[in-house]
């Protein structure tokens, strides 16, 4: 099947960096997504990558991706009080091309002043 | 532009009512999902529709779900009756259509909670 997996807490210091990764077990995903979900909110798009890159750079965002070990990260630079929420990892693409995403349960990331 | 519009945002019910949540997807979009959210199984995918047409209902838990897309603008999930194991948030999410890079816009949720 196609499973998302991530730990489910992070805690860092404003102004720290924080790591969250994932790991997918579909090998033919070609698209891989980080979702950020505030208090009260839906889940809203933080930024994506295709299968094709290993590193995209957005501000103080930084996705890593590792096909070979089926391992996706996301580094936020400069840790903000703002940045506390949960972050999800979403893939697809996978097996027979599906159009579906599949969710990981959500990391939710606590920043401390 | 509107993104996914859900309604209520909130609802409160007694078990044994009948729940009906709605959603407005973004003009355009060709796909509709709709997820339960809880702190024991995180996001789960009910159901998903393609052009107003259910396409796969295999996370609907049981036969008291029932989700309807009558328009390419109106869907609504309706729990009847309802229980207490029922209490979650529940999103509507909507896509274009197409295999490229075509991230889903999620709605804010709708926080129910069976008393």
């Known amino acids: 099947g196609e499973d998302v997996e991530q730990s489910l807490f992070l805690s860092v210091r404003e102004g720290d960096s924080s790591v969250i990764n994932c790991t997918y077990t579909?090998?033919?995903?070609?698209?891989l997504y980080w979702y950020k979900q505030e208090p009260g909110a839906g889940l809203q798009l933080l930024t994506y990558?295709?299968?094709?890159?290993d590193m995209k750079q957005d501000q103080r965002l930084t996705v890593l991706l590792n096909k070979k070990d089926k391992h996706l990260s996301l580094r936020i630079a400069d840790t903000q009080t703002g940045d506390s929420a949960i972050y999800f990892c979403?893939?697809?693409?996978?097996?027979?091309?599906?159009?579906?995403?599949?969710f990981g349960r959500g990391t939710s990331l606590i920043v401390h002043p | 532009d509107a993104g996914v519009i859900q309604s209520p945002r909130h609802e409160v019910t007694e078990m044994g009512q009948e729940v009906t949540l709605r959603c407005k997807p973004i003009?355009?979009?060709?796909?509709l999902f709709w997820y339960r959210q809880t702190m024991m199984r995180g996001l789960e995918l009910l159901i998903y529709?393609?052009?107003?047409?259910?396409?796969?209902d295999s996370g609907m838990p049981e036969d008291r779900f029932s989700a309807k897309m009558p328009n390419a603008s109106f869907s609504t999930l309706k729990i009847q009756p309802s229980e207490p194991r029922d209490s979650a948030v529940y999103f509507c999410?909507?896509?274009?259509?197409?295999?490229?890079?075509?991230?889903?816009?999620f709605g804010d949720g709708t926080r129910l909670s069976i008393l």
């Open positions: 003009s355009g979009h060709d796909y």
């Open positions: 529709f393609n052009n107003n047409v259910p396409i796969d």
């Open positions: 999410a909507s896509s274009p259509q197409g295999i490229g890079n075509q991230p889903q816009h």
């Open positions: 990558i295709f299968s094709n890159m």
């Open positions: 979403a893939q697809k693409g996978g097996s027979g091309g599906s159009y579906i995403p599949t």
């Open positions: 579909d090998s033919s995903s070609t698209y």
